[in-house]
C-alpha cells in the first residue's frame, strides 16, 4: 500500500500569502496524484489530477508539481475562501490511498 | 447542474445492515464509473468501493470485501452501498464521488456528493 503523509498537519497563513502544501509516498508511482479541498458542510472539490493539471473551473493561483515521491500544491496568492483542508489521493497502486490531510488556517 | 445526492444513512446496530443510494443528476450517468468514499469523525478519507459505467468492474477496499457490495443502476441513475456486517468503525460520513477509470483500478474523483452519515452502535 502506497502511504501518503501530508507535514505540516496545519499551515497558518495570511490573506495575499503563498501557500506550499507537500504530499510525501512511501513509494514512487509516477504523477497519478490528485489534490482535494473540503470546506465544511460542502462537497469536496477535485483541485488538481494528473500531478499538475488543474481541474475544470479551478482558478489558476492553484497549481500542482511533482512527480515520483515528492508532490506539492500551490496557492499563489491566499483569498479568504481557500483557507479549507486539502487532501492529495494517489491512483498509481492499489489500493486507492489519500493523505492525512493539511489544515489551512488564517493566521 | 452535476448534482449528487446520497440517501440511506443512519443509526443501526453492529451486525445490522444499511442500504446507501446516490441519485446523479446533469450528466450522462452510464459514461462514468462512482465511487463511494467515507470519512470516520476527524479522519481523512477512504475509498471504499467503486464501479465502471457499464457496471461491469468494481473495486473494494480490503476492509469492506466480503461485507459491502456496490451495484448500480444506470435507468435510474442511482447507485448503491449494500453494507452488512455493519462494525463500529464503520462509522463515518460516506461520499458518492463521480469518478474517472482509466486502468485497472480507479482513478480520481471530480464530483462530489455531500454526504450521508452511518452511525453502527448499539
Known amino acids: 500500500e502506497i502511504v501518503l503523509t501530508q507535514p505540516p498537519g496545519t499551515l497558518s497563513l495570511s490573506p495575499g500569502e503563498r501557500a506550499t502544501l507537500s504530499c510525501r509516498a512511501s513509494q514512487s508511482f509516477s504523477n497519478y496524484l490528485a489534490w482535494y479541498q473540503q470546506k465544511p458542510g460542502q462537497a469536496l472539490r477535485l483541485l488538481i489530477y494528473?500531478?499538475?493539471s488543474r481541474a475544470t473551473g479551478i482558478p489558476d493561483r492553484f497549481s500542482g508539481s511533482g512527480s515520483g515521491t515528492d508532490f506539492t500544491l500551490t496557492i499563489s496568492r491566499l483569498e479568504p475562501e481557500d483557507f479549507a483542508v486539502y487532501y492529495c489521493?494517489?491512483?498509481?497502486?492499489?489500493?486507492?490511498?489519500f493523505g492525512g490531510g493539511t489544515k489551512v488556517e488564517i493566521k | 447542474e452535476v448534482q449528487l445526492v446520497e440517501s440511506g444513512g443512519g443509526l443501526v446496530q453492529p451486525g445490522g445492515s444499511l442500504r446507501l443510494s446516490c441519485a446523479a443528476s446533469?450528466?450522462?450517468?452510464?459514461?462514468?464509473?462512482m465511487s463511494w468514499v467515507r470519512q470516520a469523525p476527524g479522519k481523512g478519507l477512504e475509498c471504499v468501493s467503486a464501479?465502471?459505467?457499464?457496471?461491469?468492474?468494481?473495486y473494494d477496499a480490503d476492509s469492506v470485501k466480503g461485507r459491502f457490495t456496490i451495484s448500480r443502476d444506470n435507468s435510474k441513475n442511482t447507485v448503491y452501498l449494500q453494507m452488512n456486517s455493519l462494525r463500529a468503525e464503520d462509522t463515518a460520513v460516506y461520499y458518492c464521488?463521480?469518478?474517472?477509470?482509466?486502468?485497472?483500478?480507479?482513478?480520481?474523483?471530480?464530483?462530489w456528493g455531500k454526504g450521508t452519515t452511518v452511525t453502527v452502535s448499539s
Open positions: 494528473g500531478a499538475s
Open positions: 464521488a463521480r469518478t474517472t477509470w482509466a486502468g485497472q483500478v480507479p482513478d480520481f474523483m471530480d464530483v
Open positions: 446533469g450528466f450522462i450517468f452510464n459514461n462514468h464509473a
Open positions: 489521493q494517489q491512483y498509481g497502486g492499489s489500493p486507492l490511498t
Open positions: 464501479i465502471t459505467g457499464s457496471g461491469g468492474s468494481t
